[in-house]
């Protein structure tokens, strides 16, 4: 499983919209949209921003990028921190 794949269903699990994630991080829409079609890479310090969004330890995220392992609700299940 891609990047993008995990981005997409991190967010679709968290009922968020790619505009409400680039508010989180500062960064444009499209931008959110290229990670998850997996056009443009994460780099180190935007994919520890990601998963502290969502609430994973960043060796939790890219253990499941690695391993290809889907991600289920329940590895999830913490609430995502919608405020700055």
Not at 32 to 55: C, F, T
């Amino acid at each position: 499983m891609n990047v993008g794949i995990i981005l997409k269903r991190l967010r679709l699990m968290k009922a968020v919209s790619q505009a409400e994630i680039a508010t989180l991080l500062n960064i444009e829409r499209t931008t959110d949209a290229k990670w998850e079609r997996s056009q443009v890479m994460l780099k180190l310090d935007q994919a520890q921003k990601v998963a502290a969004i969502y609430g994973l330890p960043l060796s939790i995220f890219i253990e499941y990028v690695e391993c290809e392992q889907i991600l289920t609700p329940d590895v999830v299940s913490r609430g995502i921190v919608l405020q700055n």
